[in-house]
């Protein structure tokens, strides 16, 4: 498909196309599951998998190693590649976490399909066990030292780190919305019907749930997504750096470029260390 038409195809879906597409989807039953804890009482943590293995594995590692949150920790798979997927399983059933393997994907690319990915969640899982806080953290997203998240959810219905955009639809107004790579909610947020995670026009994945700009921001440890990221490490052969977001590090890239994980997982482990 020429560049043109894939971007007419992709301008039509993100506008018409999505409503009948995204019912079907998260209607649809996983492929495979495996809940081995769910209390709704504690922090639900989601991060979606996509093709990593390894990343998987160490963002889990290091994430149980750092939170001082009581918090339930969920892999959703949504990877491509029916080998790494097997990988990823695996590894998750082992250690006795909570795996779901997506329904094939609909989206047209990574950011629609992240944005199904989250919904299939929230219709499935959320719902299902309703947990009073939850979360999206993408897995190449690592804390470096101890953080809790549930405190900052006690004076706000969402925290994490926030973007401003100005929507051609929405002329000269600004919204606010949370990143799709780390993003809580009280689940109270949604009394009034599902969120929709999918990206719309002039946003992101996860630019549909609009957030108190002002009040979020005055949370403590609330960063802007582009404004107060700190650039702290740049890889040659790449355009991924890392950014610091206080105790988070970012390894852009890593969750789908393939072959620059090893270099930043060196890179990680060491920074740790």
Not at 19 to 30: C, H, Q, S
Not at 49 to 78: G, Q
Not at 235 to 261: E, N
Request: charge should be positive.
């Amino acid at each position: 498909m020429k560049p043109f038409f894939r971007k007419l195809h992709k301008f039509c879906f993100k506008i018409f196309l999505w409503p009948p597409v995204n019912t079907k989807f998260i209607r649809t039953p996983a492929l495979f599951e495996s809940i081995t804890s769910a209390d709704p009482r504690k922090l639900f943590v989601f991060v979606t998998a996509f093709n990593e293995p390894k990343l998987i594995s160490l963002h889990w590692k290091i994430f149980e190693r750092f939170s001082r949150d009581a918090h339930e920790y969920f892999v959703i798979d949504n990877s491509n590649r029916p080998d790494a997927s097997e990988n990823i399983r695996r590894f998750c059933l082992q250690n006795h976490i909570n795996y779901v393997r997506l329904p094939e994907n609909p989206g047209l690319d990574g950011s629609l399909s992240h944005g199904f990915a989250l919904n299939w969640a929230y219709h499935n899982l959320i719902l299902k066990y309703q947990p009073k806080i939850f979360g999206i953290v993408d897995s190449d997203l690592f804390p470096t030292k101890p953080f809790e998240i549930v405190p900052y959810l006690h004076k706000s219905t969402a925290w994490g780190i926030i973007t401003e955009r100005r929507p051609v639809a929405e002329l000269k107004r600004r919204i606010w919305y949370l990143w799709a790579g780390f993003a809580f909610f009280r689940f109270e947020k949604f009394n009034n019907g599902e969120p929709n995670f999918l990206p719309g026009w002039g946003v992101d994945t996860g630019g549909r749930i609009l957030v108190n700009g002002a009040e979020v921001k005055q949370l403590p440890e609330v960063y802007d997504l582009h404004r107060d990221r700190v650039p702290i490490a740049d890889f040659k052969d790449s355009t991924f750096p890392i950014y610091s977001y206080g105790k988070f590090v970012h390894l852009t890239g890593a969750s789908w470029r393939i072959g620059i994980l090893d270099a930043k997982q060196q890179w990680i482990e060491q920074f740790l260390k």
